[in-house]
Nanobody, 117 residues
Framework: QVQVVESGGGWVQPGGSLRLSCAASGFTISTYDVNWFRQAPGKERELVAS???????SYTDSVKGRFTISRDNAKNTVYLELNSLRAEDTAVYYCNAESKLSARGYWGRGTQVTISS
C-alpha cells in the first residue's frame, strides 16, 4: 500500500519536546519533497517545515530555532523534532510527500500534538 503514516504525537507540557515521524511505504521518500503541515482547531492548515529531495530545508518563522526536519533514508522516514513547545503549537500535524517528477503526492491522516500544563 502506498502511503505515509505519521506517529509520535502526544501531550506534553510547555517547554517539552516531541519527535514526529512520517514513515513512507510503497515509494522511496528520499525522492520526494516532504512537508509538515499543522492545523489547529478553527484555523487553516499551515505549512510548518519542508525538505526537498535536493536537501533544501525551510521553516515557517514561528518555529525557526525550535523545530528540525530531517530524513532517515535507510528507514524511508522523515522526522520533525519539536522542541521548546508552546501552547500555540497545539494542532494536528500532517505529513505530505510530493514528487514534481511523477506528479504524485500523498497525505497522512495526522497525529495530534497537545501542549498544556
Amino acid at each position: 500500500q502506498v502511503q505515509v503514516v505519521e506517529s509520535g504525537g502526544g501531550w506534553v507540557q510547555p517547554g517539552g519536546s516531541l519527535r514526529l515521524s512520517c514513515a513512507a511505504s510503497g515509494f522511496t521518500i528520499s525522492t520526494y519533497d516532504v512537508n509538515w503541515f499543522r492545523q489547529a482547531p478553527g484555523k487553516e492548515r499551515e505549512l510548518v517545515a519542508s525538505t526537498t529531495s535536493g536537501g533544501r530545508i525551510s521553516y515557517t518563522d514561528s518555529v525557526k530555532g525550535r523545530f528540525t526536519i530531517s530524513r532517515d533514508n535507510a528507514k524511508n522516514t522523515v522526522y520533525l523534532e519539536l522542541n521548546s513547545l508552546r501552547a500555540e503549537d497545539t494542532a494536528v500535524y500532517y505529513c505530505n510527500a510530493e514528487s514534481k517528477l511523477s506528479a504524485r503526492g500523498y497525505w497522512g491522516r495526522g497525529t495530534q500534538v497537545t501542549i498544556s500544563s
